[in-house]
């Protein structure tokens, strides 16, 4: 079946712009997590959606960024007045649920490069 | 607050060569652990993963064991192939959480 798609693939932004990044996660998937990729180093977790219900956002790093999932389903990750700090690939997993049971799919990633 | 700690890559091994990458973490409690892997070109996937002390993940010829005194979930695999060539994530899940607290990822390049 159809795994996480996001979109764009790529997004490459002048810096002082705002760019939206799109989810769709797993038909089903409760659990929608975004997490931000810098080059060469590990995933970090950004904000985490149970339904449309933002439940943690405690790894935005600016009030720049925000999050959304109203119906339940796509999300949509918002930078505002980019800067060059937010070079990374963003990332978005869904899982059925919570818990040790459920894994986390991850989708490809939104390369975004900021000039 | 919680971390993994793995080690720096790159790794480069011949084929059929034994492998082992190491990952100590510190979290509160009794995390779950796991293990990730991103192939050229594709998304993170998940390799094999472990909930409680001394449990052994295991998958595709690669095992973890859960070291509970050790802090530790290193990563094996006797016999690596060429396809085996990624960067493999080790990361950690707090009980009762949702998040993954990942490690920096170590790139290994197995050459024929």
């Known amino acids: 079946g159809a795994g996480v798609s996001q979109s764009p693939r790529y997004k490459v932004a002048k810096r002082g712009q705002d760019v939206a990044l799109r989810c769709d996660p797993i038909?089903?998937?409760?659990?929608l997590f975004w997490y931000q990729q810098a080059l060469g180093q590990g995933p970090e977790f950004l904000t985490y959606?149970?339904?449309?219900?933002?439940?943690?956002k405690s790894g935005l790093p600016s009030d720049r960024f925000f999050a959304e999932r109203p119906e339940g389903s796509v999300s949509t990750l918002k930078i505002q007045r980019t800067q060059q700090e937010d070079s990374a690939v963003y990332l978005c997993?869904?899982?059925?649920?919570?818990?040790?049971?459920?894994?986390?799919?991850f989708g490809p990633g939104t390369r975004l490069t900021v000039t | 607050g919680n971390s993994v700690t793995q080690m720096e890559g790159p790794v480069t091994l011949s084929e059929e060569a034994f492998l082992t990458i190491n990952c100590t973490y510190t979290?509160?409690?009794?995390?779950?652990l796991f293990w990730y892997v991103q192939y050229p070109g594709e998304g993170l996937q998940l390799l094999l993963k472990?909930?409680?002390?001394?449990d052994k993940g295991s998958n595709k010829g690669f095992e973890a064991t859960y070291r509970k005194e050790t802090t530790s979930f290193h990563l094996e695999k006797g016999s690596v192939q060429v396809s085996d060539s990624a960067v493999y994530f080790c990361?950690?899940?707090?009980?009762?959480?949702?998040?993954?607290?990942f490690g920096g990822g170590t790139r290994v390049l197995v050459k024929p």
């Open positions: 997993a869904s899982s059925l649920t919570q818990g040790d049971s459920y894994e986390q799919y």
């Open positions: 038909s089903g998937h409760v659990s």
């Open positions: 959606f149970q339904n449309e219900a933002q439940l943690d």
């Open positions: 979290a509160t409690g009794y995390p779950s």
């Open positions: 472990a909930t409680k002390a001394d």
């Open positions: 990361a950690l899940r707090k009980a009762a959480g949702n998040k993954l607290t």
